[in-house]
């Protein structure tokens, strides 16, 4: 956590005399070539210090303390930004490193307090970062279903104390016993004057007599060690700068490399100081529509989720659409289903549709475990690990006859699948078996969660982040058991199946020494090479190995076999252990990414169900038998995509469960390179220059998470 080399914010550098000194000192190390990993008030700095380079360079020749020489050969700076802030206050990115962890720490506090909170029927006002940004609460009041959220951005309007105290109230009434109410540091009212926690809890004590707390985070949220999620974005938007650096010329501008989406992009750095001072300014001027709009689709989307699933309307208010839904759980459990449920439930009833729970995945379908479910009923499941709906591997095929039974008799109009790979097989079984049942010509979706992350069609599924984080956490414990006994290198198995992606992301966020894993095949000259790369390592000041291996990577290099052959071949250099991480990595509570993740994109995914059908309302029955009615909702590169489950078989190998291309394997380089091993590797990929856009109201609909 926190930065090795160290960080301040320099006074002297802001002055003329101290950028002086800085240029002096760069030429006498011969550096024309800087990194800035900071915010926004590093990289303007950065970039007045590259604007006035020349001039500095003639002043330090006037003084005589370098010569004519130096003046030519270091005529040009380059400068590259990678934006690191907790409170991704930076226009431009989609998730500014360090913004994941914060968010960790956010919400294992909320965690916490939500269990004393429970038992003592009290309301917690909690003050969060973000001194001109509410990022962090808008997204730890997603992922926590808090009551109510104080930002600068979107100031409450006029008489929101009342609204406010009414809603708390009601919650009350609805036998909720918590309420959290998250405060940005920086919130104000629409007048501009600032929202305290103080002021909030004194108002709730005040009108409702509630027993009122107030927790202040302070900055807990900048400590504590990176999540699995920033130590990749950190690694892969370091390797873009060092490209960036490599290609600039003294005519390209200072460049940010930026996340969008999953993708990695280079933006000119003043458009992006530009843009995030715009932001301020249109809040400073009262236009708050358009501050929101500025920050970018990311926290659109996230506000514009917020609202739909934090406040019931009353019955009276809702449409009627007279749909029935349905949503299960398939497949193994991950964490981030409940959060999905709970998303795609409320959306539904929102939308104007009856809600139906499916128990127990297509088989629970089958025997008729089926009820309605209610906006309360799943209130607070954002949190929970697992699956609450309970979640069965179980296909249909075996059972179409008697779930197309019970679609007739709850007269199901909609399904909503979340799942891993079988939810893809049960949706094609169930897209097949329309030409024979009729109850399956209606509109089908399904969402990615599994921790394997193998499903076709996403980059990302739900839960893999949090299984990832275990992997992470647990790796960086054995590091330490190891270092501590000197010369020993720990064998590691995750799960998968045959996807490698936990295997491989984990070795790269734990700095692992290898993966192995079933995508890329390798051999016994390849296992020699890493015992006698860890041989040479033990020479060094690190005495200590961490390898990785996917539980089907290959079927005759098992883990005991590599374990066996790294502890003969490592005889009198280093000793070895290993360790099967197993169920552990199903468990546990779900990280802020894949609640946030799990909420949006069920979100999404129940507003299509809701065009659908009507779209295929005919004379007073719902039919939907073509290919683009069963769909699986997926982040692609840098949006969220809606794809026919039938085109999607190309895509997919079938045998070993995996999509034939995955985007991750572009960084197994990177992850060989931290590991001291020589290799290339590919920058066909790299992001190219583009410039600021604002986007348009509809793009925040298809945006990032």
Same mark, same amino acid.
């Given at each position: 956590?926190?930065?090795?080399?160290?960080?301040?914010?320099?006074?002297?550098?802001?002055?003329?005399?101290?950028?002086?000194?800085?240029?002096?000192?760069?030429?006498?190390?011969?550096?024309? *070539?800087?990194?800035?990993?900071?915010?926004?008030?590093?990289?303007?700095?950065?970039?007045? @210090?590259?604007?006035?380079?020349?001039?500095?360079?003639?002043?330090?020749?006037?003084?005589?303390?370098?010569?004519?020489?130096?003046?030519?050969?270091?005529?040009?700076?380059?400068?590259?930004?990678?934006?690191?802030?907790?409170? *991704?206050?930076?226009? /431009?990115?989609?998730?500014?490193?360090?913004?994941?962890?914060?968010?960790?720490?956010?919400?294992?506090?909320?965690?916490?307090? $939500?269990?004393?909170?429970?038992?003592?029927?009290?309301?917690?006002?909690?003050?969060?970062?973000?001194?001109?940004?509410?990022?962090?609460?808008?997204?730890?009041?997603?992922?926590?279903?808090?009551?109510?959220?104080?930002?600068?951005?979107?100031?409450?309007?006029?008489?929101?104390?009342?609204?406010?105290?009414?809603?708390?109230?009601?919650?009350?009434?609805?036998?909720?016993?918590?309420?959290?109410?998250?405060?940005?540091?920086?919130?104000?009212?629409?007048?501009?004057?600032?929202?305290?926690?103080?002021?909030?809890?004194?108002?709730?004590?005040?009108?409702?007599?509630?027993?009122?707390?107030?927790?202040?985070?302070?900055?807990?949220?900048?400590?504590?060690? +990176?999540?699995?999620?920033?130590?990749?974005?950190?690694?892969? $938007?370091?390797?873009?700068?060092?490209?960036?650096?490599?290609?600039?010329?003294?005519?390209? +501008?200072?460049?940010?490399?930026?996340?969008?989406?999953?993708?990695?992009?280079?933006?000119?750095?003043?458009?992006?100081?530009?843009?995030?001072?715009?932001?301020?300014?249109?809040?400073?001027?009262?236009?708050?529509?358009?501050?929101?709009?500025?920050?970018?689709?990311?926290?659109?989307?996230?506000?514009?989720?917020?609202?739909?699933?934090?406040?019931?309307?009353?019955?009276?208010?809702?449409?009627?659409?007279?749909?029935?839904?349905?949503?299960?759980?398939?497949?193994?459990?991950?964490?981030?289903?409940?959060?999905?449920?709970?998303?795609?439930?409320?959306?539904?009833?929102?939308?104007?549709?009856?809600?139906?729970?499916?128990?127990?995945?297509?088989?629970?379908?089958?025997?008729?475990?089926?009820?309605?479910?209610?906006?309360?009923?799943?209130? /607070?499941?954002?949190?929970?690990?697992?699956?609450?709906?309970?979640?069965?591997?179980?296909?249909?095929?075996?059972?179409?006859?008697?779930?197309?039974?019970?679609?007739?008799?709850?007269?199901?109009?909609?399904?909503?699948?979340?799942?891993?790979?079988?939810?893809?097989?049960?949706? %094609?079984? %169930?897209?097949?078996?329309?030409?024979?049942?009729?109850?399956?010509?209606? +509109?089908?979706?399904?969402?990615?969660?599994?921790?394997?992350?193998?499903?076709?069609?996403?980059? @990302?599924?739900?839960?893999?982040?949090?299984?990832?984080?275990?992997?992470?956490?647990?790796?960086?414990?054995?590091?330490?058991?190891?270092?501590?006994?000197?010369?020993?290198?720990?064998?590691? #198995?995750?799960?998968?199946?045959?996807?490698?992606?936990?295997?491989?992301?984990?070795?790269?966020?734990?700095?692992?020494?290898?993966?192995?894993?079933?995508?890329?095949?390798?051999?016994?000259?390849?296992?020699?090479?890493?015992?006698?790369?860890?041989?040479?390592?033990?020479?060094?000041?690190?005495?200590?190995?961490?390898?990785?291996?996917?539980?089907?990577?290959? #079927?005759?290099?098992?883990?005991? @076999?590599?374990?066996?052959?790294?502890?003969?071949?490592?005889?009198?250099?280093?000793?070895?252990?290993?360790?099967?991480?197993?169920?552990?990595?199903?468990?546990?509570?779900?990280?802020?990414?894949?609640?946030?993740?799990?909420?949006?994109?069920?979100?999404?995914?129940?507003?299509?169900?809701?065009?659908?059908?009507?779209?295929?309302?005919?004379?007073?029955?719902?039919?939907?038998?073509?290919?683009?009615?069963?769909?699986? %909702?997926?982040?692609?590169?840098?949006?969220?995509?809606?794809?026919?489950?039938?085109?999607?078989?190309? #895509?997919?190998?079938?045998?070993?469960?995996?999509?034939?291309?995955?985007?991750?394997?572009?960084?197994?380089?990177?992850?060989?390179?931290?590991?001291?091993?020589?290799?290339?590797?590919?920058?066909?990929?790299?992001?190219?220059?583009?410039?600021?856009? $604002?986007?348009?109201?509809?793009?925040?609909?298809?945006?990032?998470?």
């Amino acid at each position: 956590g926190g930065t090795v080399i160290g960080s301040a914010r320099c006074k002297s550098f802001r002055t003329r005399e101290g950028r002086l000194q800085a240029a002096y000192n760069l030429v006498q190390r011969g550096i024309t *070539n800087l990194c800035v990993i900071g915010g926004d008030g590093s990289l303007t700095g950065a970039n007045l @210090f590259r604007e006035e380079w020349s001039g500095l360079l003639e002043e330090l020749a006037q003084k005589g303390k370098i010569d004519e020489e130096a003046v030519k050969k270091y005529a040009y700076l380059n400068i590259v930004g990678m934006v690191g802030s907790i409170d *991704n206050d930076f226009c /431009g990115t989609d998730m500014t490193i360090g913004t994941d962890s914060a968010l960790h720490r956010i919400i294992e506090v909320v965690d916490a307090i $939500m269990t004393t909170a429970q038992s003592h029927q009290r309301t917690f006002v909690l003050e969060v970062m973000g001194r001109h940004c509410g990022y962090l609460a808008l997204v730890s009041a997603l992922a926590c279903g808090a009551d109510w959220v104080f930002i600068p951005e979107y100031p409450p309007e006029e008489g929101w104390e009342d609204s406010m105290c009414v809603k708390l109230s009601e919650n009350r009434a609805r036998k909720k016993r918590l309420n959290i109410i998250i405060v940005a540091e920086g919130a104000i009212d629409c007048h501009n004057k600032p929202i305290t926690s103080e002021k909030v809890k004194d108002l709730v004590v005040q009108r409702l007599g509630f027993d009122t707390r107030v927790t202040i985070l302070g900055h807990v949220q900048r400590g504590g060690t +990176p999540s699995a999620f920033d130590r990749i974005l950190a690694s892969r $938007m370091g390797v873009e700068a060092v490209l960036a650096l490599l290609e600039a010329t003294p005519a390209t +501008p200072a460049c940010v490399v930026s996340l969008s989406g999953n993708q990695a992009v280079r933006l000119p750095l003043m458009e992006c100081v530009q843009m995030t001072q715009e932001v301020q300014k249109a809040m400073d001027e009262g236009r708050f529509v358009e501050a929101v709009r500025l920050r970018g689709r990311s926290f659109e989307n996230n506000l514009n989720t917020y609202k739909l699933l934090s406040h019931k309307k009353p019955d009276a208010e809702l449409p009627k659409s007279n749909f029935n839904v349905a949503v299960l759980n398939v497949g193994a459990p991950a964490a981030g289903m409940n959060a999905a449920v709970r998303a795609a439930v409320r959306v539904g009833i929102t939308e104007g549709h009856k809600m139906f729970a499916v128990i127990d995945g297509f088989e629970g379908f089958a025997k008729g475990k089926i009820k309605e479910i209610s906006w309360g009923d799943v209130g /607070g499941w954002t949190g929970q690990g697992g699956s609450i709906l309970g979640t069965k591997r179980t296909l249909p095929a075996k059972y179409l006859e008697k779930i197309a039974d019970q679609m007739r008799t709850n007269n199901i109009n909609a399904l909503m699948v979340i799942g891993g790979f079988e939810a893809y097989l049960g949706l %094609l079984e %169930l897209s097949a078996a329309r030409e024979k049942y009729d109850e399956f010509c209606v +509109p089908m979706v399904m969402v990615p969660a599994t921790v394997s992350n193998n499903v076709p069609g996403s980059d @990302f599924s739900i839960g893999a982040d949090t299984a990832l984080n275990t992997i992470t956490d647990t790796c960086d414990r054995i590091k330490q058991s190891a270092s501590g006994t000197k010369r020993r290198v720990f064998i590691i #198995e995750t799960m998968g199946g045959y996807c490698g992606y936990l295997a491989n992301m984990g070795a790269l966020a734990a700095g692992a020494d290898a993966a192995y894993i079933f995508e890329e095949q390798f051999d016994i000259r390849e296992l020699q090479a890493n015992v006698e790369h860890l041989t040479e390592k033990m020479k060094t000041s690190i005495q200590r190995g961490l390898v990785l291996r996917n539980e089907n990577c290959n #079927e005759n290099y098992t883990t005991d @076999f590599i374990y066996q052959l790294y502890s003969e071949e490592g005889k009198g250099v280093f000793d070895c252990r290993k360790n099967v991480l197993g169920h552990m990595q199903q468990g546990g509570a779900p990280s802020p990414f894949d609640r946030n993740f799990g909420t949006k994109i069920s979100a999404k995914a129940m507003q299509w169900i809701s065009k659908k059908l009507k779209e295929t309302y005919r004379k007073g029955k719902v039919f939907a038998n073509t290919d683009d009615s069963v769909c699986l %909702l997926g982040m692609c590169r840098r949006n969220l995509v809606f794809q026919p489950v039938a085109e999607l078989k190309t #895509e997919t190998d079938f045998v070993h469960r995996i999509p034939k291309e995955q985007w991750w394997l572009k960084l197994r380089p990177l992850m060989k390179i931290l590991a001291k091993y020589k290799t290339s590797y590919d920058v066909s990929d790299s992001g190219q220059l583009e410039h600021v856009a $604002m986007h348009s109201p509809k793009e925040a609909e298809t945006g990032a998470i």
